[in-house]
């Protein structure tokens, strides 16, 4: 079974400018989630999406966004960018997401460097 | 959910086992106790998780104090692959809007020394 991939795995952008990153969870997985890791800051919950809607939300602005089309693909956007939005941005998958013992798989990793 | 506590860093010789603690003194009866590791440069795996009782897979074991205040993750013979950030998370199944939005602390880098 193939994993949660991500692409692009590299990006670099200047401030100012948006990006969208994209990823596809394993096959399945109905629960996508998205997560920002910097070094000062670790790993940071963005959101997570099922069956097409937002099912939970961290504590980032609103320049950050996302959405899940109907074959639990997603997609982040980050519009305005800045330098503080340089960092790895990791998605992962999971079956419903509700029950505990469905673990997260996390895909490798989307590197995002702002100019 | 509740917050955990664990060390900033370990260190392990190789094929010897390793321990590594995480205090979670505000856990309450519906937390699960759940481990991811990074290894460097991917994105972090699951490792093991539990409620209560102590829990034993093909990666590790996880035993958990009586008080569920603590817990040790256990790694019976550390390879060099074992290098990585482990941390401890603790999830409320019964909060508002529960799915998978792990709160991640800084968690341990584990070093394994040939």
């Known amino acids: 079974k193939a994993g949660v991939t991500q692409t692009p795995r590299y990006l670099i952008k200047t401030r100012g400018q948006q990006v969208t990153l994209s990823c596809s969870p394993i096959s399945g997985h109905r629960s996508v989630s998205w997560y920002q890791q910097t070094p000062g800051q670790g790993l940071q919950f963005l959101f997570e999406y099922f069956s097409e809607t937002q099912r939970n939300k961290g504590n980032f602005p609103g320049r950050f ?27 992962a998958s999971s079956l419903e997401g509700r029950e505990p013992y469905n673990e997260q798989f996390f895909g490798p990793g989307t590197r995002l460097t702002v100019l | 959910d509740a917050k955990t506590t664990q060390p900033n860093s370990m260190e392990s010789n190789e094929e010897e086992p390793v321990h590594l603690p995480c205090n979670h003194s505000t856990i309450s009866g519906t937390d699960y106790i759940h481990w991811y590791r990074q290894l460097p440069s991917q994105g972090p795996e699951y490792v093991i998780h539990g409620l209560t009782s102590n829990v034993n897979n093909r990666m590790a074991s996880l035993a958990i104090a009586e008080d569920r205040k603590s817990s040790t993750l256990i790694l019976h013979r550390a390879t060099l692959r074992d290098a990585a950030v482990y941390y401890c998370i603790l999830r409320d199944v019964f909060s508002p809007g529960y799915g998978q939005n792990f709160v991640f602390g800084p968690g341990t880098r584990l070093s394994v020394l040939p």
Do not use: K, P, W
């Open chain 1, 65 to 91: 966004s996302g959405r899940q089309f109907s074959n639990s693909r997603s997609e982040m956007n980050v519009s305005t960018l800045e330098l503080g939005d340089s960092a790895l941005y990791l998605c």
